[in-house]
């Protein structure tokens, strides 16, 4: 099963940006379909955004669509969100999601494993 670390998260103003990076230990990273997934307080975990195991194929919610971009090297093992644009509504706790098909990862379901979670939080 593939461990996931998440690291990038931090302090923002609104309109600034962050690049979130996952790490995924063990050798099976390629042939998992990786998304992010973020949780505010007080409200239910949200998707963000998949990509396929060769990171050919996106998928973004229309909250995120044109900020956001999904990109993975696996060579390193490293799944990335950069986040564009961002705004104070973005602030939330960001956990990446490895899963067997992308639709899993745009359903919330049958999730391989999960980060341990990166606070991301923009001011006004």
């Known amino acids: 099963q593939v461990q996931l670390v998440e690291s990038g998260g931090g302090l923002v103003q609104a309109g600034g940006s962050l690049r979130l990076s996952c790490t995924a230990s063990?050798?099976?990273?390629?042939?998992?379909?990786m998304g992010w997934f973020r949780q505010a307080p007080g409200k239910e975990r949200e998707f963000v955004a998949a990509?396929?195991?060769?990171?050919?194929?996106?998928y973004y919610p229309d909250s995120v669509k044109g900020r956001f971009t999904i990109s993975r090297d696996n060579a390193k093992n490293t799944v990335y969100l950069q986040m564009n644009s961002l705004k104070p509504e973005d602030t939330a706790v960001y956990y990446c999601?490895?899963?067997?098909?992308?639709?899993?990862?745009?359903?919330?379901?049958?999730?391989?494993?999960w980060g341990q979670g990166t606070q991301v939080t923009v001011s006004a």
């Open positions: 999601a490895a899963g067997r098909r992308m639709v899993d990862l745009r359903m919330n379901s049958g999730i391989v494993n």
């Open positions: 063990g050798r099976a990273f390629s042939s998992y379909s």
């Open positions: 990509s396929s195991w060769s990171g050919g194929t996106t």
